[in-house]
Every structure is written in structure tokens, then in C-alpha cells.
């Protein structure tokens, strides 16, 4: 749930030291402040309007406090993307690395059955393994709608939580509403 403690708007906040926008999550048991780094944004706009980038994968940082771009490219190789999300990693708390969540921006293209022409549509993933540790799972389930908020333009959401919810015929079909060829 967030919560507006003082700021411009019902889900930002601008922490008094730097002027960037804080998004605060509340679960049972803590307050947890989330910053979005601007470079979040600005590649998503860069992935919205000039079309060059495909996808983009943002984590949180090491500190837990922002989230950040992890990587983006302009490849529109969906195996390769699929294979990023599933062999991403956390920490676990014994400073062990085990698999870890991920939120990431997927510009998807398809053909409509019909032949009425392609559709592009700008989908939003939550990739959060079942075997990812639960810390991890509540944070980034905690903090994905400020992340969407920040995100003007996204057509479609997508909780992937085992490989076989990241595979492209998956995909498209939820994308696509089942329109797609």
C-alpha cells in the first residue's frame, strides 16, 4: 500500500535532500521508501518514442532503497530477454546467491489473425520466481506500483513467477488477447 506522507501528488514525495521523487510502500511490518531513479524513466520514454530499445530489465539497487536500470537493449530477441529474467539473482540472507525478481518493460510486436496488420504493445512483467527469497518477493511486490506510475504508456501487465510464464506463445496471447497469429 502507499502512503502520502507530504509531496505534490497522491504517490510522490520529494525527500528534502536531493528533490527526487520518493514512493513510499507500507507493509505490516515497516515503512520502506522506494526512490525511482530518473533513468528508469527516461529509458522507458526512449523505449516509447524513438522505438529503438526493446526491452528494458530494472532491479533494485544493492541498499534495497531505489530501483534502477539493470539493462536495456535494442535486440528484440525474446529467448535471450526470457533467459536474462530467469537467471537473474539476489541475495539471500545468508549473503547467498539464489534467484531474484525482476520488473522489466518488453516493447511486443504481433501479427493479428484477422490480417488486419501488426500491433505493438509496450508490456509491463513482474517476474517474481517461486524459489526467489520471500524478502525479495515482498519488496518488489511492495514497490512495483510506483514503478508503474512512473511508466506512462503501458498496455499490458504480465506475473510471470515460473519459466513457463515467460514463454513468447504465453506472451502473446495474453498481449494480444488472443488476436495475435
Not at 100 to 118: C, I, K, M, Q, W
Not at 129 to 146: Q, R, T, V
Amino acid at each position: 500500500m502507499f502512503k502520502l506522507v507530504k509531496g505534490v501528488s497522491p504517490h510522490k514525495e520529494y525527500s528534502h535532500n536531493n528533490a527526487q521523487p520518493v514512493y513510499q510502500s507500507q507493509t505490516l511490518v515497516e515503512m520502506r521508501r522506494v526512490t525511482i531513479v530518473d533513468e528508469c524513466i527516461e529509458k522507458f520514454n526512449e523505449l516509447k518514442l524513438n522505438k529503438k530499445i526493446k526491452y528494458i530489465i530494472y532491479k533494485l539497487s544493492d541498499d534495497d532503497k531505489q530501483i534502477v536500470v539493470e539493462t536495456t537493449s535494442e535486440d528484440n530477441d525474446w529467448e535471450a530477454f526470457r533467459q536474462l529474467l530467469i537467471n537473474a539473482t539476489s541475495k539471500k540472507n545468508n549473503d547467498a546467491v539464489g534467484p531474484g525478481p525482476r520488473y522489466a518493460v518488453f516493447d511486443v510486436n504481433y501479427e493479428l489473425t484477422s490480417g488486419e496488420g501488426s500491433r505493438s504493445k509496450i508490456t509491463f512483467i513482474a517476474w517474481s520466481p517461486d524459489d526467489a527469497p520471500i524478502k525479495y518477493k515482498m519488496l518488489y511486490a511492495s514497490s512495483k506500483e510506483a514503478l508503474k506510475r512512473c511508466l506512462t504508456g503501458i498496455a499490458a501487465e504480465i506475473q510471470a513467477n515460473d519459466s513457463d510464464d515467460l514463454e513468447y506463445s504465453v506472451i502473446i496471447k495474453i498481449v494480444s488477447k488472443g488476436a495475435a497469429a
